[in-house]
């Protein structure tokens, strides 16, 4: 049996993005909003049209919190740096990224050079990536080095802007993802003593959590403070830094919503994702990425009933793939990326439709020096076994 939450039209508050757009692409004359008035009834067969008129020149990317009626137009479903390689490998001209900003940046760090990147709606931000700036976290190296040689080597999480990444690989760090942050941890005390984790919090502790550190050995780092509201001391005692930034759509699972689910359904596994707070990763049965959930449920006995503790596209997609099996979410109300909810079928229309007239629509274009120093704090992930 399954269990199905409907989002209904939920939308996000808009968030910033930090695109680059050339005039000339911006494509006047070819503006969204007549798009609006597309009826619902004749998207897809135009949507199909459109993509099949572009063939082998484009290659949909969907991540898996993607909305049903776009990401059922992608060529590809997964997290965001399997999607970009896949993009990468494809001999695709144009990229059409349906998830949310910085994935399409890093889609455009590991591109080809005559590849470029698309993201239907530049207002797909992500918050937990907005949350660390670059002049921020620029400061926030001053002040550390205002104490002296801590021998600090930075990671960033995946999702982070080019930006971070770019100041990552040029301090020497690397970037991590949901399933191997711990080796990069690793990887980095062997460069240095103390690691500053951007900009996730929460994946940051619960993995030096993981592989042995003592929570007293982790401080947050505010941006809004002066030394990250830290005092010299605490600093020099800290293993690992944390960046003060959350995911929030995983940071609304509580350790209550365990032991309520625990209760009302004996024998009710709980999968949460890392981005989730420390004492609901503590309390979980198992903790994993988009694709260890995916895999976990996947080989999971018919019968067997989880609780899901990640954005609610996936949850619902699961308990469709499975029916002989119990899916919920973790949380009852719904756990929704609103922001990449903003991507509708509307917008993917309006793009591809656009490629075939020869313009290109909300192209994210990171600079040359941003994406040779990202790619570099890349390559040191990729090039750990
Ligand atoms: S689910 Fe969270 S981390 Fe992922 S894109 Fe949405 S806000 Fe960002």
Redo the contacts with the bound molecule.
Sequence with gaps: MSTLIDIGKLVGKPQPATVLVPEKEKGVGCDFDSYLLVPDSSLDARITAAKARLGSDVVILGHH?QRDEVVKFADFRGDSLQLSQQAANSSAKYIVFC??HFMAESADVVRQPHQQVILPDLSAG????DMADIGQVETCWAELASLGDLRVVPVTYM?STAAIKAFTGEHGGAVVTSSNAAKVMEWSFQRGERVLFLPDEHLGRNTAFQMGIPLDRMVVWDPHLEMGGNTPEALRNARVILWKGY????QRFLPEHIEKVRKENPGMKVIVHP?CRFEVVQAADVVGSTDRILRTISAAEPGSAWAVGT?IHLVNRLAKMFPDRTVISLDPHVCV?T??FRITPHHLLWVLENLGEGRVVNRIAVDDKTRGWAKVALDRMLSLK
Excluded: R
């Design positions: 919190y998830g949310v992500c918050s937990m990536a999702n995911c929030s759509v995983h981005e954005e990326c922001t990449m």
